[in-house]
């Protein structure tokens, strides 16, 4: 196809996608998405042929890459057997992807309830911490997000909840934990403080009242904001003194992304339920899953479980796991997220030499972001938190300037998210930060 044909092709599959569709998050008119005809590895590549890297991995999910022909031939062979049955009949799949993830999951965290996302996960997750202790309140961070939908977006704290504040749903508690970049009086400081005043919160609520703590496993799109040192082992502490539920939250921070299966495992806890989704499937199909422990399903024996989806356990997204869990582990991709995570370490602290907007940089493995600053002296963010559009005018030139040099990345008010595939090789993240790095001029030219 001449490069003309492309160019229309590309056209027209973007007018049809926004004149009949609905994007999420964004105001409709104006936009000017990627048009991905294809996905290998960790580019994308648009109908008129240009290659795109993903530096977040589609929504930090797509952790093997895009493309691999293992997963679609696991697809096919599930599809050409049985598709769909009801969650009250049971596949083969079904039963080898419980177990497998029971090996993978620490601890008597052996039972899966299948769901179909993140959202669904944590849904179900608050539900049955409810049931299983009869207390209705949970306790969740400002600073995480937890899905979108009605209770999901109500359980977490991130601003895009305050246009549907009123439709909140009831009986979520929020927390603060500062995090150390912004936080004058040192780690340990910061440890004990936030975890006697975190105590005094479940005291003024009625320690008996409170179900579960739900807490993402390394905070994702709030910023990769780091729990200090020992917190998580305070707050399992806390929840065994009070009888209180500890849920992760690792449908962002699972499956490889921080260099562990899951995120929690970097703070030696073994929670109460894990809620999945994303790094799952990868993003084959959608598939999601809450991961409880034996002592919660085993409530349930000789009592009605009072939870259900129609696609829970949906068999060819069963496939699709089952065959993304065996690749993590044939092609060792935990350990490389590590190894990657520690390369982009050394070569975010070279950017800092030479960009003095560069506040912070954070990361677990790969899951990290650049934090964005006016002045390094002050730590006055180039955009603040829930930035309207009139702050982020040097943000969004980031941001178009990082799409038109070939990348495509999560940018959120000042933070730059760096979460490539975990397959990412040393070549692809200089590739990437290169593009970073002169994206980031336009940065420093307003630090003042
Ligand atoms: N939990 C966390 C930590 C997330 O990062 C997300 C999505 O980004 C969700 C839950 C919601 O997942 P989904 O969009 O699949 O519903």
């Not at 209770?151 to 704290?157: E, Y």
């Not at 399903?297 to 065959?323: F, I, R």
């Not at 044939?330 to 520690?342: F, H, P, Q, T, Y």
């Amino acid at each position: 196809m001449s490069e003309t044909l492309n160019k229309t092709e590309k056209k027209k599959v973007v007018d049809n996608a926004l004149n009949h569709t609905i994007m999420s998050w964004s105001k409709q008119k104006g936009l000017d998405p990627f048009a991905i005809q294809r996905a290998e590895g960790v580019y994308l590549y648009e109908f008129d042929g240009r290659k795109i890297i993903d530096f977040s991995s589609g929504l930090m999910n797509s952790n093997i890459g895009y493309g691999d022909q293992r997963v679609t031939e696991a697809v096919v062979k599930q599809m050409q057997e049985v598709s769909f049955i009801s969650p009250a009949c049971v596949s083969k799949v079904r039963g080898d992807l419980g177990k497998k993830l029971a090996e993978i999951c620490p601890g008597d965290l052996n039972r899966a309830f299948f769901t179909v996302c993140g959202a669904t996960s944590n849904e179900n997750a608050i539900k049955l911490a409810r049931l299983y202790t009869g207390r209705h309140k949970i306790f969740a961070r400002y600073q995480s997000y937890h899905g979108a939908t009605i209770g999901t977006i109500s359980a977490g704290g991130d601003p895009r909840k305050i246009p549907v504040d009123s439709q909140q749903a009831p009986n979520f508690v929020h927390f603060d934990l500062p995090y150390s970049y912004r936080y004058e009086q040192g780690e340990e400081n910061l440890l004990k403080e936030s975890i006697a005043s975190l105590e005094r919160q479940i005291h003024y609520e009625g320690p008996n009242t409170i179900a579960a703590i739900l807490l993402e496993g390394e905070s994702g799109t709030s910023g990769c904001l780091k729990y200090p040192e020992n917190y998580l082992k305070e707050v399992r502490k806390i929840c065994d003194k009070y009888g209180i539920l500890l849920i992760m939250d690792e449908v962002m921070s699972g499956f490889g992304r921080t260099g562990q299966w899951f995120g929690f495992q970097n703070h030696g806890i073994v929670p109460d339920m894990i809620s999945m989704a994303k790094g799952l499937t990868c993003g084959y199909l959608p598939l999601g899953c809450v991961m409880v422990t034996e002592k919660i399903a085993s409530k349930y024996d000789d009592t009605v479980l009072p939870l259900g989806l129609t696609y829970s356990a949906h068999a060819v997204s069963c496939a699709a796991a089952l065959e993304v869990l065996k690749i993590y582990e044939e092609d060792n991709l935990i350990e490389r997220a590590r190894e990657m995570g520690k390369y982009m370490e050394e070569k975010v602290e070279e950017l800092k030499k030479i960009h003095p907007s560069i506040g912070d940089f954070r990361n677990t493995g790969l899951l990290g972001c650049i934090e964005i600053v006016k002045s390094r002296n002050t730590k006055e963010p180039m955009a603040p938190f829930n930035a309207k559009p009139e702050e982020m005018v040097v943000m969004n030139k980031v941001a178009a300037k990082i799409k038109e040099l070939g990348m495509y990345t999560f940018v959120k008010w000042n933070f730059v998210f760096v979460a490539p595939p975990l397959i990412v090789t040393k070549e692809q993240i200089d590739e990437g930060l290169a593009i970073i790095s002169e994206a980031i001029k336009i940065a420093d030219q307003a630090v003042i």
